[in-house]
């Protein structure tokens, strides 16, 4: 690949997502991807100052490429108006994560341990997470219990627990990484995703608390009109603040939510106890980096439809190779998933309440009464059906335009929602028509529209 195209890469990706965080914080997914430049090896190849170098020519070029004015005339603006002091940092987060990738290149335990060896210190980290997630727990409820009068000294044994698993974790999470890392790539290469010996771009994340997303939807129709990453530790009131404000001066639907990965480059993984979800996050944000040097992933934002696209192709990609992998180095864990589909499968009594069947039913009333021009009404009944499912223990704080428009994008599974959106089931249609997961990845990798999905049935 020659440095120009290298480069033009960047400018769409790393490039024009590093301005819009200057200009308009509008940090999203596929915001510095460096990719292009890795898939032959630029970075790996280079002494650290040469690629210092380069960083920042790029960064240099990628600011001729994509500087624009503002306008305050757009909802994304009028939102920044309160989000500027709360934005994710994603510049200083990208380039200390380079450097903890360079340090744990040497630690290379995916070759240096045996099989057995890798499970039992992923199974260690695994333990020493889920007794950390339930001290966090024991002491969250010390503090919010208001008849102790002194909380550091009623908690004092669980805060130095808490302290003790904190230094064990992060002592063994490079290991554990760098291990996952090559387990992860070795299925991608074997399933023939990667055609040069080695998943391209090379599979390296970090695991990090994530930042927040900002989501504002319009109120009459349901559209992400705004997307911007936020600090990870912001407080409920700081949330329920900004988006009132939000809401105020766009005078649309706004939410913001967690999310589990961001598909940056080194990608971005929550920190958690449960290793399919972890190993399925991973595959998931790889994809988006390999589809990234294709023109699906380099027009992820361009249209709704293109976004549903990458992340139900993502979310079909992650599944299947987590589920590989789980089968290799974690076989236990697939004993229990598929007693869990069996469980699921059965006939159960009509009080089990089904979210993704009345989610789906909820998201094709609101389309409807919203087509309809009936926006009082339809926000009326989101609010009931937010009661019924908080009644079922589905903690959904709030669900309105703004939660559609970016859980709707999420379209691997029937149901949930994305309503009625033929979109998801395009993509799932397609990938049981491909020959493998490699031909489905080629495949819709090199579209450029719904349209082009579309022709394929035709």
Request: aromatic share 10%.
């Amino acid at each position: 690949m020659e440095l120009y195209y290298c480069v033009l890469l960047m400018s769409r990706g790393f490039g024009a997502n590093l301005i819009q965080h200057l200009y308009t914080g509008a940090a999203k997914q596929s915001c510095f991807r460096f990719s292009a430049v890795i898939e032959h090896g630029i970075i790996s190849s280079m002494k650290l100052r040469t690629f210092g170098r380069f960083f920042i020519l790029c960064c240099f070029l990628s600011v001729l490429f994509t500087v624009s004015t503002p306008s305050l005339s757009t909802p994304i603006e009028k939102a920044r108006q309160f989000t500027r002091p709360l934005e994710f940092d994603y510049l200083t987060w990208d380039v200390n994560a380079f450097m903890t990738k360079i340090g744990q290149s040497g630690l290379n335990p995916w070759h240096k341990l045996n099989i057995e060896q890798q499970h039992q210190l992923v199974m260690r980290y695994l333990y020493l997470t889920n007794q950390l997630e339930v001290i966090q727990v024991e002491i969250q409820q010390v503090y919010a219990d208001p008849s102790i009068k002194d909380p550091d000294t009623a908690a004092r044994v669980e805060l130095a627990q808490q302290k003790a698993l904190q230094t064990s974790i992060v002592s063994l999470t490079p290991l554990v990484e760098s291990i996952l890392q090559g387990q992860v790539t070795e299925i991608i290469v074997e399933e023939d995703i990667a055609r040069l010996g080695d998943a391209v771009p090379p599979l390296l994340f970090h695991t990090t608390p994530l930042p927040k997303a900002l989501i504002a939807s319009p109120r009459n129709s349901i559209q992400q009109d705004v997307n911007i990453s936020l600090l990870a530790d912001l407080t409920l009131e700081q949330i329920d603040q900004l988006e009132n404000q939000v809401e105020k001066a766009t005078g649309e639907s706004v939410l913001v939510v967690d999310v589990g990965g961001i598909g940056i480059y080194p990608t971005m993984v929550m920190r958690s106890s449960n290793l399919p979800w972890i190993i399925d996050t991973i595959a998931h944000e790889w994809t988006h980096n390999y589809l990234t040097l294709r023109p699906l992933g380099l027009n992820y934002d361009t249209s709704p439809e293109l976004r549903t696209m990458n992340e139900t192709a993502a979310a079909l990609a992650g599944s299947e190779i987590s589920r590989l992998v789980l089968a290799r180095y974690y076989p236990e864990y697939i004993s229990m998933f598929e007693e869990g589909q069996k469980l699921a499968s059965l006939n159960w009594p009509d009080e089990i309440f089904d979210f993704r069947a009345e989610m789906h039913a909820t998201r094709v009333h609101v389309d409807e009464l919203l087509a309809a021009d009936k926006i009082a009404e339809a926000e009326q009944y989101m609010e009931e059906r937010r009661i019924l499912f908080v009644a079922h223990g589905y903690e959904i704080r709030k669900l309105n335009q703004a939660y559609f428009a970016f859980y709707g994008a999420y379209a691997a599974t029937p149901g949930g929602a994305a309503g009625e959106d033929p979109v998801g089931p395009a993509v799932r249609t397609l990938r049981e028509q491909s020959a493998s997961l490699a031909d489905f990845l080629r495949t819709i990798g090199k579209m450029n529209s719904f349209e082009d999905l579309q022709v394929i049935f035709k």
